[in-house]
Structure formats: C-alpha cells, structure tokens
C-alpha cells in the first residue's frame, strides 16, 4: 500500500499537490503539520498536510516530501475551514490565505533571505557545526537564500536548521528588517543611582529642603514606592505629590530621578486585587441585556452607541462572561492606531489574559502569540488585533467584538486575499459557534440593513457616559467669510476666534485636513505644468521638510527644481493645502503655541504615533493638526474644540460611498471633543453648507442619513442592495491590456445574463507604478447564487489564462467591498 499526502502550498496556484510519503510517516502526519517540500527543480517550500490517502496522483509522479517539520498541528480545523471559505468568497487560493494566515517564520522557503544578525554578539563556540558554516558564510556575505545554505551544508533539507538559528538569534529573516511597530511607551521615573545610600539620601533631602514642591515630590516617590513595590509612573507620581510635571522634569533635569519607560504591553499586572470593576449606567446596561438576549438566539448583533457612550465597557462586561466560561475572546480593530489606548483599557480588567496580535510585531511576537493561542493558554484568552488575528488557532472561541465596525480599513485591498475582517469575523463566529457583536457610533449601511431585516439584533446607546452632552456642531460658509473677507488664511473668523478661546482657557484642540485632494502640488503659472511621477499617473506632491517632490503610490521621489523642467521658467506654486502648510500658517497665528501633527508622514519613525499621542494625552501640545488618523476613536479628555477645516473634498469624492464616508468620519471626528464635563464644539468649514449629509451630520441625524443613502443604492444598484465584483486587469502594454479586458468583458457580458457588467473602464488613477489598469464592474443580481457566479467568472478566467498572448495581464478580484 502507498501513502500520499495532499497539502496546500503558499503559492497563487489553484490545487493541492500530492506528495508520497512512508507509512511511518503515514500514522504520524496530521492534517494542518507543516512538511518542508521540494516544488519545481530547485524549490523547497513549507506546505501544510491537508489531507492523507491512497490514491496516487494520474497527471504526475509524486515526489517525497523532504521532512515533518511539526510534532502537533500548526493549523487546526477551524482554520481550514475559515481559509477556504475565504479563498472562495474573495476568488482567490487557498494557497494565498495560507501564505498571508501564517506567521512568516513558519514559513520558510528556498527563496527566504537570511541575514546575520548584527545585534547579536555570537559566542561561535556553543554553535554546531553545521550552524558555524552559515554563521560564517554570513560574515562574508550580506544574504543567503534558504537555497544557498543548503549547498553550504550540502543538505537538502535546511528549513530545521535555520529555525535553530533564527531562534539562536545568530540569523534574522529578511522581514525583521522592516521597522516594528512599538506599543505605547509608558514613562517612569527611578531614584538616582547616585542617592541610593542612606548618606547620599539624607545630603539630597536637606539641600532641597527649601525647594517645597521639589521636596514633596521626592517625599511622594518615598511613600509610592513603599506602598506599591511597582514601578512608578510620571503619572503616578503628579497625582500622589501634587506636583505639577514642570516639577518633575527639574527634578530630572538635575539627575535627582531618572526617567526610563516600558513598554505598556510588557508591564505586568500583578495583582488581581487592584483590578478594576465596572458598573454600566442604565443605558449601558440595557443594550448589554438586549445583547445577550439576542446572543442566546445565536444572532449576532450590532451594538449602536454614540461616542463616547460607554462601547468599550459594555465589550467589557461581555468578554467577562466567555472569561468565566473559560473561553476565548477576539477584540477586532481596525487599525494599530487604536490598540495602545485600548490595551491599557483592557489590562486594566483582565491584566495578563491579554495578548496583542499585529502584523506589524515582530516575527518573533507573532510567533509567541500563535502558539499561546493553538495551546489555548490563559495569557491569550483575550486577543487584541488588526484584521490579520482572525488566522490565529482558536480552538474554543466564545465571543468576536468587531469595534468600529464601519471602518473601510477592514478590508485587505493588496495583496490576497483581499478579505473584509468584519465579514469573514461573522462567518469565524459561525464556525465555533460563538457570538459576535459589531460595534460603532456611525454604522455601516450594510449592517445597519442586515438589523433591518433581523438577521442582526441590535442595541443603541443614545446617550454619552457621564452626563456629557453631544457636542455643539456649527457649519462655517467659507464661501460666504472670503466674499465678506472674514478669512485669516485658511482659517475662517469663526474657527480662528474659536481657536483663540479655546488655547485661552487651557484646552486642546483637533483640526483635521481631508487626506485626500488636498496634497500640495508645484504648478508653473507661466506654462500650467505640474510635475507627474513616471510611474503612476497621477501628480506628485511636494513634501516640504525633504524639500522633494513625491509620489503616494510608487513611493518616487525628485528633488524640488527651481525652474519648471518643461518650459524652464522660474514662475513655480504652492497649490493646495496639506497638514504641515496648516501647522504652519497655526505657527504664526500662534506663536505661543505648541502645535503637533499626525499623518503619514510623522507616523513613520519607530514610536513615532504613540510619542504623538503620548505628548497630546499629555498636554504637552495644545493643537493637533491631522489626517484621517486623527479621527479614529481616541479618548482624549482635555479636547473642547474640533475644526475640519474644508468637508468639501470629502463628500465630492467619486465613490458611491462617499457620502457614507463623510458622515462616519465627520461625526467620528466630531466625537473627539468634549468627552469631559464641558460640551464640547465642533465647526465644519465648507463650501456647501446646505449639502444634505453636513445637515445631517450637524443634527447627528443617522437615521435620515441612512434612508437618503439606501435610496440612492437602490437607484443605482449598489450594495446592500446588488453585490459588487469588481475585476482589474493590469499590463504595462497599454494595447495589450485594452485588448484583453474587452475580450474579459464580452466573455462576461455572455455568460452572466440577468448581471450587469460594466466596462471595461479607466480607474481614477489609470497607471500605478508603470502598470495601465482596467476595471470591470460586475452587479450581480441578488436573486442569482452569488458562488455559481463565481464560478462562472473563474471559467472565464481558465479560459483567458490560456491564451498565450494575455500571459502577462495579471487579474485582481474585489468582492463586495471596491
Ligand atoms: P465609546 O467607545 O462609546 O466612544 P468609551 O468606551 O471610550 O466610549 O467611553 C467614554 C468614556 O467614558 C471613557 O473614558 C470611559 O472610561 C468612560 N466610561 C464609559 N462607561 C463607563 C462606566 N460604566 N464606568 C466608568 N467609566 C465609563
Ligand atoms: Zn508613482
């Protein structure tokens, strides 16, 4: 009798590959072990065991798989399951979930680089032999591929190898290089060496004496320490002394205490005493029993709160329910933005039970996490993540919260899968039997449909935590203040006088520029040009701080020219307005001022977001000027003010969505002030005051919102009310792409009757890095099964992929969400 193997390879191919193995290895291989595999003529590959039987492959010989790599399964049941529902639901392979699914250290290949490790000083003594061969190659030498250590060590099969070495940390994999994301540093302050005898202590205490404020706080740091034997934060330390923090950084300043921080996610919470407990208000207890009561009806429900209603403490009290039953909890985010201030939330309640799960960790974090979660260890019951902790090995999951649920950054747009994480969250839950509540101040219209048509419960907080009311929304005419010249640059009379208040009295405030339409660019007023990237067709931006022109999708970059490099004149610029022209224009309105800026740019060092975040919690500014990323929900306390400074841009935005987007972000961004005692005040600069979406947003009116837009879907045919595919083919041969997407189209056009198919058409931005694009929009009809249309579309595409001369057009597949 022969034994094979089927497994899935982490490659774009649509089939599993057979591989023959002994009977030995038979009786031990379970599905969902990692097996190294040789694939091509050079190749190895980590593939995971999918299924063992008897039947030899017809159409090849089957080679014999290189080794097992794992004792127990890496993947489970649940996971396969989940995987190939997301690979048919998303028209992509099961091989490409795998690869995006599983941590990248568990998957080395023939092509993974390995790099030394330059941190780490090796003591080459303690090395194997076989280990001191590639240590020493790699002293030579920048990279090795997986597949030149082989012949290094003369070895086919290395992959055990490099895992001994990666976790020596003699090596790194080529993906470690990539800047890490940091959690929230938390700042602590220590006694000086240079006082830690008794003498040196009592010297210190006398000199200074006479400095009161100085004196308490190092009193204070006494008693703290006594008392709580922990770490002391500079926090702590204000509110135990009194003392402001001007106080505490003299005292450093003199070396008297020094100042050093952990990171948030490594603090450990100790003692089980010192948790917190919530008690929900009657509206926050009313939707948490409309919850559960849908919950034992296994419906998932959509939990409608406005911000700062309390959400998170209700998600509280539910994940406290499935802790008690020991079962396992996901907390879904859409964005790392938002996870250092919620981890703080929830270790406050479930301390170490927490874990955080982001692609963004390092490959080793990553790793620790999945294993803590496949063994269903009690310190990751709880799992914080972005989209990608929806792969990790649940084997008893009770509850998924998907927060914020209305954000677009669920949705995996590059590469495959191209997944929404609130959507295949339902399908997980569905899986393990678990429930699943979706939470936001701004629903989606889908979900808030899926409520209308009862295959969601629901449950709405209409009130803020605390008596806080809503905050005061005005529209400012910017149209109507430049005729009447009431503008101080790009600031109306109104917004300016507010500003000035606010600082006045000691607040905050938060101004937000649209990221979109509103980049600035250079134009040469004599000739009209404005500098295109050579790539992409769209125009590149001026980034003043490197002094460079820059493209936002290719990531190319020139320096500044002084003349217009088509008609060589000397007449350049500045159009446009982005957040660091803003910072500026504030700077000398407001000199005094501290005046902080959150976007993409200011976010890409390491720390940089939670330095910003940290210093803006912290008053150490007193405006934040920033994009989209400010907008997300944050809990800042000292906020009265928020001004947008221009809606405009976002509600032209050609997306049937947009007006959607315009209402969730305006109203998110709006729910940033005043989540304190004081209400707080909200103007929105715009052109159109009277555009219906602004009124609604002003009048915090959801519901009209939501009948306006449903109506227009329905007119249009979009989604809830028709589902969406949208295919984009892409060449760098503008012909060749023309001629095959009309070929695609018409193909369409024959075989799905009763659909619309529309195009093939240019997108807004036709060219991306040197490739030309072309979309076709698919509207299936909702009365047809949306799997055989599917399948309908991948026989097409089976027939296209043969034609020798489309070999090159690649073909992406956007499911509901485009
Ligand atoms: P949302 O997520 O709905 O915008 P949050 O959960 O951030 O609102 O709550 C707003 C503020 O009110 C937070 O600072 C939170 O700690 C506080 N809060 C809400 N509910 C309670 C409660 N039951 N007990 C104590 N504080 C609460
Ligand atoms: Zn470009």
Request: hydrophobic share 35%; glycine share 4%.
């Amino acid at each position: 009798m022969h034994y094979f193997l089927d497994v899935v390879l982490p490659i774009p191919l649509e089939r599993l590959f057979t591989y023959s193995i002994s009977k030995a290895e038979a009786d031990f291989l379970q599905v969902g072990m990692r097996v190294a595999v040789p694939f091509g003529k050079s190749k190895i590959y980590t593939a995971v065991a999918y299924n063992i039987h008897n039947n030899a492959p017809t159409a090849y010989d089957a080679k014999e798989i290189y080794q097992i790599l794992d004792e127990a399964p890496l993947v489970n049941a649940y996971q396969l399951k989940h995987w190939e529902w997301i690979a048919k639901y998303y028209m992509c392979t099961l091989g490409e979930v795998v690869r995006s699914a599983l941590p990248s250290a568990f998957l080395l290949e023939s092509e993974t680089l390995i790099l030394p490790n330059k941190n780490n000083t090796v003591n080459d003594l303690e090395l194997k032999d076989d280990e001191f061969l590639v240590y020493e190659a790699l002293q030579h030498q920048t990279a090795l591929k997986i597949g030149e250590i082989s012949s290094i060590v003369d070895k086919k099969n290395v992959l055990p190898l490099v895992n001994r070495l990666v976790q020596k940390g003699v090596v790194l994999q080529k993906e470690e290089l990539y800047e890490q994301y940091r959690p929230k540093l938390v700042r602590y302050v220590k006694l000086a060496e240079a006082y830690s005898s008794e003498e040196k202590l009592e010297e210190l205490l006398h000199t200074i004496a006479r400095a009161k404020k100085q004196s308490q706080v190092v009193l204070s740091f006494f008693q703290l320490q006594a008392r709580t034997k922990k770490p002391i934060s500079i926090t702590d330390l204000e509110k135990e002394s009194g003392g402001s923090k001007a106080v505490i950084k003299a005292l450093i300043d003199k070396s008297i205490l020094e100042e050093y921080f952990i990171r948030t996610d490594r603090i450990v919470h100790t003692s089980e005493k010192s948790r917190k407990t919530i008690t929900l208000n009657p509206y926050q207890t009313e939707a948490f029993e409309a919850i559960n009561f849908n919950f034992t009806n296994k419906k998932p429900v959509l939990l409608h709160g406005v911000t700062s209603s309390g959400k998170t403490e209700v998600y509280i009290k539910l994940i406290e329910q499935y802790i008690q039953e020991g079962k396992q909890s996901l907390y879904l985010l859409p964005e790392i933005a938002l996870t250092s201030q919620l981890i703080n939330r929830l270790r406050d309640y479930f301390g170490e039970k927490v874990a955080i799960y982001h692609s963004k960790y390092s490959i080793q974090e990553r790793v620790e996490v999945w294993n803590n979660v496949l063994e269903n260890k009690e310190k990751a019951q709880i799992v914080i993540g972005a989209r990608s902790s929806l792969f990790l090995p649940f084997s008893n999951l009770g509850l998924i919260v998907v927060d914020e649920e209305h954000e677009s950054s669920f949705k995996q747009f590059d590469p495959n899968p191209r997944y929404h994480a609130r959507d295949a969250a339902l399908v997980l839950a569905a899986y393990h039997n678990a429930n699943c509540i979706l939470g936001s101040a701004t629903p989606s219209i889908e979900s808030m449909d899926n409520v209308k048509k009862g295959k969601y419960g629901y449950a709405h907080i209409q009130y803020r935590y605390g008596d806080v009311v809503m905050p005061d929304i005005t529209l400012v005419d910017i149209k109507e203040a430049t005729r009447k010249k009431r503008m101080k640059g790009h600031f109306s009379e109104t917004l300016f006088n507010a500003i000035t208040e606010t600082l006045e009295e000691g607040e905050q405030v938060i101004l937000f520029q649209n990221r979109r339409g509103f980049a600035p660019i250079v134009e040469c007023t004599t000739c009209g040009n404005v500098p295109q990237c050579p790539n992409c067709d769209v125009s590149l931006t001026f980034h003043k701080h490197r002094n460079q022109l820059r493209c936002h999708y290719c990531g190319y970059h020139m320096a500044l020219q002084l003349s217009c490099l088509a008609c060589g004149n000397v007449t350049l610029d500045m159009k446009g307005l982005g957040t660091e022209q803003i910072q500026e224009e504030l700077q000398e309105f407001f000199p005094e001022s501290t005046i902080g800026r959150m976007d993409l740019d200011t976010t890409r060092g390491k720390y940089a977001y939670e330095k910003i975040i940290t210093a803006f919690e912290q008053q150490e500014m007193d405006i934040l000027v920033g994009t989209q990323m400010v907008t997300k929900g944050l809990d800042f306390r000292n906020v009265s003010l928020v001004g947008i400074m221009n809606a405009d841009s976002l509600l032209n935005f050609p997306d049937y969505r947009a007006h959607e987007r315009s209402f969730q972000l305006l109203t998110q961004v709006a729910g940033r002030a005043g989540r304190t005692k004081k209400r707080g005040k909200v103007l929105i600069q715009t052109y159109n005051p009277y555009h219906q979406i602004l009124q609604q947003v002003t009048t915090n009116n959801y519901d009209k919102m939501f009948d306006e837009q449903y109506y227009e879907r329905e007119q249009f045919k979009y989604p809830p009310l028709a589902r969406i595919i949208k295919l984009t083919l892409k060449d760098k041969d503008y012909n060749k792409l023309n001629e095959a997407s009309e070929w695609f189209a018409s193909s369409l056009q024959n075989v799905l009757l009763g659909h619309q198919v529309l195009g093939p058409e240019y997108p807004p931005v036709a060219r991306i890095r040197r490739d030309y694009l072309k979309s076709i929009l698919i509207k299936a009809n909702r009365k047809q099964s949306i799997a055989q249309t599917k399948n309908s579309i991948k026989r097409i595409e089976k027939s296209f992929n043969a034609i020798s001369k489309y070999k090159s057009v690649r073909l992406v597949y956007n499911v509901d969400h485009i």
